[in-house]
């Protein structure tokens, strides 16, 4: 009887340590999230090739950050008027990166810089650069978002950020990208909350580590338009710019380089025959790339409103309309300065080209 009793005894603690186990993991909030987390990384480290490669649940969540070539429709060809740039990033970035055995030296002076930094006004294709990076370089890409670092579901900040460059380097060649740093990064300042004081501070010593390391090729890639906020050489705190030798100038677009992304813009586009660029790019002076899209945009719906217009019922139903024999009238230089019920041309450029712009030019004047 004692003996039956306590074999029930012995079930019956089984059974209670796993009910225990059970519903403390079902009380886990990050129970789903980790789920999720696991299985992104398999599919990235799939796509990537690799099997058996050991993470850790930190480095999982990181791991989702990755985006791939074919993930991305933006190339280097659709940039326009920022060649030099672009071949700059080529010979400073890509071939240190992937090409490393002809980059090789004792002292450690040639090779991978180890931060880039592309700042300059809104708008003039600074995410696009790093989209296009993130396609033609062959490197593992990590599109850190700085909002993964503080979900307050995953917390533990700090080993966050270290499994971002234990990963980048599991997975190197790696570019670690963040857009909008100066939100990251910015100095630091005595009202930052302790955490994101610790997580910064984590960063730029783990981003430090980096630079004292010839074989590691892991970038760290920046982008902003207040580039003062991360300091600067003669003002403010130099640590970050430190860590970024590489610093690319991304001003407004000149006459040369505004026609340049007019016609890859316009290239599709069916155009008048004397369509007249030289006053499209006169009359554009102070745009940014994004404002010339937007311009180009609302252009290119002139024809198709005013195909669509005498296409239509009084009661604004569309009817007649064959979609193989559309026979939509080319662009013309005057669609560019149809005001609508928006903002016409000159509202645009004066917004968004005003002094706000000038001044922040003037700050980056001031960076380096
Ligand atoms: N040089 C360019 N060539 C072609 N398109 C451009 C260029 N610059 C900007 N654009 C267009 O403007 C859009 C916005 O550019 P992007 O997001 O790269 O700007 P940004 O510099 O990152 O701005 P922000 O500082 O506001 O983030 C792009 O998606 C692209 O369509
Ligand atoms: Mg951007």
């Known amino acids: 009887m004692s003996r039956m009793a306590t074999v029930l005894f012995a079930i019956s603690q089984v059974a209670l340590y796993f009910a225990v186990k059970f519903i403390l993991g079902s009380l886990d909030p990050m129970k789903d999230k980790k789920k999720e987390a696991k299985a992104k990384s398999n599919e990235v480290l799939g796509k990537l090739g690799i099997k058996d490669m050991k993470l850790n649940e930190y480095e999982e969540i990181i791991l989702s950050e990755v985006i791939f070539a074919n993930e991305i429709s933006v190339n280097f060809k659709q940039i326009g008027g920022l060649d030099p ?24 002076l040639l090779g991978v810089p180890k931060g880039v930094l592309l700042y300059g006004p809104p708008g003039v294709g600074k995410t696009m650069l790093a989209k296009a990076l993130a396609r033609e370089s062959g490197a593992t890409f990590i599109n850190l978002h ?3 670092l503080t979900d307050k579901w995953f917390g533990e900040s700090n080993k966050l950020v270290s499994a971002v460059f234990s990963v980048a380097k599991k997975l190197q060649p790696c570019i670690i990208f963040i857009d909008e740093i100066d939100a990251f990064l910015r ?46 050489r003669f ?11 590489k610093r690319f100038a991304i001003r407004l677009p000149n006459e040369e380089q505004r026609r340049n992304i007019l016609e890859i813009m316009l290239s599709d586009q069916n155009l008048e025959p004397d ?53 939509i ?23 968004s080209a005003g002094s706000s712009k000038d001044n922040e030019i003037l700050e980056q004047e001031r960076l380096d």
């Open 85 to 108: 740039i672009i071949q700059s990033l080529r010979e400073s970035v890509i071939y240190p990166l992937c090409y490393p055995q002809l980059f090789k030296s004792q002292s450690g």
């Open 146 to 148: 700085v909002s993964t």
């Open 187 to 232: 100095e630091r300042r005595s009202s930052d909350h302790e955490v994101t004081g610790m997580m910064k501070a984590e960063f730029m010593s783990l981003w430090d580590g980096l630079t004292t390391d010839d074989n590691t090729r892991v970038i760290v890639l920046g982008a902003t338009n207040r580039p003062n906020d991360i300091g600067s």
């Open 235 to 245: 003002i403010k705190d130099y640590a970050i710019l430190r860590r970024m030798p």
């Open 275 to 327: 369509f007249d660029y030289d006053q499209l790019v006169a009359r554009t002076n102070s745009y940014s790339g994004s404002d010339l899209k937007e311009a180009c945009r609302n252009a290119a719906m002139i024809p198709i409103r005013e195909y669509m217009r005498s296409h239509s019922t009084p009661e604004g139903e569309l009817t007649d309309i064959d979609p193989k024999n559309m026979n």
């Open 329 to 351: 009238r080319p662009l013309r230089f005057s669609d560019f300065f149809v005001p609508d019920c928006t903002t016409n041309l000159n509202d645009t450029a004066s917004n």
